[in-house]
């Protein structure tokens, strides 16, 4: 069955940079883009950007362009979001998710989420 | 970019009431709409796509309908179970943006 397990709470000061990982399993991991999206305290869900796996290449949320990078290991079929520059309003549950294998598709399968707080 | 736009943004009903909530676009994205329900404390869970496609597992009073700009969600008969923040979200390009969410609740 298809799994996406996430990396463990962090906790980061202002300035910082954290790199969350969501490793796959239980489907072929280059054949299945999948998206990052977070979701503030008592806010809503908010798209940061769409990895491809098979080619390695993202695209970001312009909000998030130039502080986000994605990148994956495929011979451990995992996915990373580098989130820099840290700032209060960061913290989040930042969650992945996979769509089909077409870039134009919902989110099938979600992550449990990992818990990213900014505090000094 | 196209904005999403749920309505309301909370609601309280009775047990076995018959739920809608609407979603607007700000430009028209054909059928690529779904539908994910978050209950308090969970991930989100995708009950519809293609604005009207349920889910496998996911119960029959809940519905989708609309196309272009318009959708909406029903819930025939309201169960306490189905108590959560439910999210539209577009998909026919990015950004794959949300709706802000309607929370459910049980009068």
């Known amino acids: 069955q298809v799994q996406l397990v996430q990396s463990g709470a962090e906790v980061k000061k202002p300035g910082a940079s954290v790199k969350v990982s969501c490793k796959a399993s239980g489907y072929t991991f280059t054949n299945f883009y999948l998206h990052w999206v977070r979701q503030a305290p008592g806010q809503g869900l908010e798209w940061m950007g769409i990895?491809?796996?098979?080619?390695?290449?993202?695209v970001l949320a312009q909000k998030f362009q130039g502080r986000v990078t994605m990148t994956s290991d495929t011979s451990t079929s995992t996915v990373y979001m580098e989130l820099n520059s840290l700032r209060s309003e960061d913290t989040a549950v930042y969650y992945c998710?996979?769509?089909?294998?077409?870039?134009?598709?919902?989110?099938?399968?979600w992550g449990q989420g990992t818990l990213v707080t900014v505090s000094s | 970019d196209i904005q999403m736009t749920q309505s309301p943004s909370s609601l309280s009903a009775s047990v076995g009431d018959r739920v809608t909530i609407t979603c607007r676009a700000s430009?028209?994205?054909?059928?690529?709409l779904a539908w994910y329900q978050q209950k308090p404390g969970k991930v989100p869970k995708l009950l519809i796509d293609?604005?009207?496609t349920l889910q496998s597992g996911v119960p029959s009073r809940f519905s989708g309908s609309g196309s272009g700009t318009d959708f909406t969600l029903t819930i025939s008969s309201l169960q306490p179970e189905d108590v959560a923040i439910y999210y539209c979200?577009?998909?026919?390009?990015?950004?794959?943006?949300f709706g802000q969410g309607t929370k459910v609740e049980i009068k």
């Open positions: 990895f491809n796996p098979s080619v390695g290449s993202a």
């Open positions: 430009q028209g994205i054909g059928n690529y």
């Open positions: 998710a996979r769509a089909l294998p077409a870039y134009i598709s919902a989110f099938y399968y």
């Open positions: 979200q577009k998909y026919n390009s990015a950004p794959w943006t």
């Open positions: 293609a604005a009207s």
